[in-house]
């Protein structure tokens, strides 16, 4: 397998996608796209955990739980995230899902919601619904439809997010394509259910292999914990951060034994690809940076240790300027809650070390390590010193582009 993320081809059998004006996007770009299943399709999804969800969210929830997973079609607006809209958001939401079934020929609750952008400005469902002709005279099954889906869902990304890959079973090719957005609001905390407490992120992904939701589900729940819940940009968790795994079914291979693990193979390249993606086009990102914790109890200590390093604001912004503060490292390690003995601590950036063992390294170089903090991607290393249990989690610097997008996002 290779993931190719420079082009669209290879798009899987059984959907057609598209995008149009619609008026919602103030730059009077596409922003109303839509996938839809030619034959109807079997989805899987995971949602933000925050506690302030979008209108969407609560009605893809929904959705998928009346139909037991059936989908036919999803679509996706730009510009408006319906959130904190109250109950007219939701009739909306509803509304322009009932209008997108009777354009695309299935029921309305085989329509699945998504919306990003501004929260708490009123929903124009009357807008989704007036562009839907002209939605359903735009798709096909062709790269230029898909590349048309993965830009019009864009809000601050500089660029679209797309990935795909294929296997062979028994001589039957299996496709996997799939497009993203997101570039700031990004700190997902994905799962099946509301939880305690991300622009936001959007993520589709479209494969051919035959398959029901609960097995789609299971594929798709470790590869989001290794990839899109191990990034962070600026440590917000947004109100409307979906992941959605169709599956149409239209390649005849089956999602059993034979084929899980070559199909999970897959699925972790593509959300990989997707997930560094939209690091690397975060809002003001100059640097992207890889932070590998090992020698931890668990797993999730090693995480925790990663994730309170990368909201750092101290950390972050030495990043943007490459100064090797370890200190600023240490101190962050040492408030996530995780219990660890400095002395047993281990730090290098970019390879170079600059901590050892409750002190500077005998070898730190500041300018040698700072060279390496100029690179465009770099790994900061640490060794807790306690186990064997490690993560790698990737975030990046905070840059005055960042606040300066952020600060006139609403204006």
Known sequence: MQIDVTTIEGLPKGFVWGAVKA?????????????VATKGARGAAMFTRNQV???????????LASTGGRVGAV????????CATGRPGIDACVATCAAAAESFGCIFDEVFPSSTGIIGVPFPGEKVIAALPALKAAMGDSAAHAESFA????????????????????????????AAKGAGMIYPQLGVAPGPPHAT??????????????GLLAALEPEVERSFNSISIDGDTSTND?????ASGASGVKLDGRSAGTFAAALKEVCGSLAYQIVDD???VGHVVTLHVTGARTEAEAKQVAKTIAHSPLCKTAWSSGDPNWGRLLAAAGYSGVAFDPTLVKISIGGEPVFELGMRAAAFDEATAHAAM?????????????????????????????VRINADYST
Not at 75 to 81: I, S
């Open 151 to 178: 830009q019009a869902i864009m809000t601050t990304d500089t660029r679209m997010k797309v990935a795909g890959t294929s296997f062979e079973i028994d001589g039957l090719e299996v496709r996997i394509w799939a």
């Open 242 to 246: 979906t992941v959605l795994l169709l």
């Open 75 to 82: 679509l996706v607006n730009a510009g408006n995230a319906n």
């Open 282 to 284: 975060g809002e003001g």
């Open 201 to 214: 992120m959007l993520v589709y992904l479209f494969t051919d292999i035959v398959a029901e939701s609960a």
């Open 23 to 35: 008026g919602i996007k103030a730059s009077g770009k596409a922003d109303l796209a839509a996938a």
């Open 374 to 402: 100029t690179d465009r991607d770099y790994t900061i290393a640490i060794d807790l010193g306690l186990g064997k249990a490690e993560s790698r989690f990737l975030t990046c610097d905070l840059t005055a582009e960042y």
């Open 53 to 63: 969800v979008a209108a969407p969210v609560t009605v893809g929830r929904r959705h």
